[in-house]
C-alpha cells in the first residue's frame, strides 16, 4: 500500500522567512514524488516533481529514500505564495496511481 | 490547450437523491481519475480509468457510486442514492501516457462542489 503524510495543517511563516513544508511517504518500491499546489479560486496543479530535478517559483524537494520524506523549501516566503500544497506519490510499473496527502495551508504574513 | 472540463461547478440534494457528474479530459490523455475531496482532507482515489477500462476502483463505495467512460474519452460519475457523508468536492484528473513532457502529470478540472441536506 502507498501513504503519504503532512504532518502539518497550518503554516503560518512572515514574508522573507524559509519555508519547509513536510512529507513523509510509505512505498515498498521506488516511487515518483510530486508536490501539487491550489491556490485561491484556483485548480489543482503540479508545482514540481522529483524527477525533474527543477525549481519552480523558488521551491525545490529533495527525495530523500533513507528518511521517505520529500519535504517542500523555499529560503525566503512570499506573500503570493500563500496556498493548500499537497504531496502527492505514484507508483512505479503498471498502471499510475497517484495518492495523495492531506495537505497543508501555507499562509505568509506579510 | 483546452483544460478538464467539468461539470456541474454545484449542486445541492437531499439525501437519497441522486446526482451525476461529468469529466472532459484533455484530448488524447488516456487515463482518467476521479477523486473524492472531503473539506479539510486531500484529494481520494475513487476510481481510475486507462480509456475505458477501469484499472482501479478499490476505493469506490459500489453499493451507490458508479462510473463509466464510454468510448475512452469523457466520463459520468454517479451517486445514487446520496447520503450526508457524499458533500464533498467531486475532482476529475486526466494524464498522458504517451512518454512525451508531462507524462505523469495530473491535469484537474475545478471540480464539482456537492452538498448533500
Known amino acids: 500500500a502507498q501513504r503519504v503524510t503532512q504532518p502539518e495543517k497550518l503554516l503560518s511563516v512572515f514574508k522573507g522567512a524559509p519555508v519547509e513544508l513536510k512529507c513523509n511517504y510509505s512505498?515498498?518500491?521506488?516511487?515518483?514524488l510530486f508536490w501539487y499546489v491550489q491556490y485561491s479560486r484556483q485548480r489543482l496543479q503540479l508545482l514540481l516533481r522529483h524527477i525533474s530535478r527543477e525549481s519552480i517559483k523558488g521551491f525545490t524537494a529533495d527525495l530523500n529514500k533513507g528518511e521517505t520524506s520529500f519535504h517542500l523549501k523555499k529560503p525566503f516566503a512570499q506573500e503570493e505564495d500563500s496556498a493548500m500544497y499537497y504531496c502527492?506519490?505514484?507508483?512505479?510499473?503498471?498502471?499510475?496511481?497517484?495518492?495523495f496527502g492531506t495537505g497543508t495551508k501555507l499562509q505568509v504574513i506579510p | 490547450e483546452a483544460g478538464v472540463a467539468q461539470s456541474p461547478r454545484y449542486k445541492i440534494i437531499e439525501k437519497r437523491q441522486s446526482v451525476a457528474f461529468w469529466c472532459n479530459p484533455i484530448?488524447?490523455?488516456?487515463?482518467l481519475y476521479w477523486y473524492q475531496q472531503i473539506l479539510g482532507q486531500g484529494p481520494k482515489l475513487l476510481i481510475q480509468f486507462q480509456n475505458n477500462g477501469v484499472v482501479d476502483d478499490s476505493q469506490l463505495p459500489k453499493d451507490r457510486f458508479s462510473a463509466e467512460r464510454l468510448k475512452g474519452v469523457d466520463s459520468t460519475l454517479k451517486i445514487q442514492p446520496a447520503k450526508l457523508e457524499d458533500s464533498a468536492v467531486y475532482l476529475c484528473?486526466?494524464?498522458?501516457?504517451?512518454?512525451?513532457?508531462?507524462?505523469?502529470?495530473?491535469?484537474f478540472g475545478e471540480g464539482s462542489r456537492l452538498t448533500v441536506l
Open positions: 484528473a486526466s494524464s498522458s501516457t504517451s512518454g512525451g513532457p508531462g507524462t505523469g502529470e495530473l491535469f
Open positions: 484530448s488524447g490523455h488516456a487515463t
Open positions: 502527492a506519490l505514484s507508483n512505479s510499473g503498471g498502471y499510475q496511481k497517484v495518492t
Open positions: 512505498y515498498s518500491g521506488s516511487p515518483e
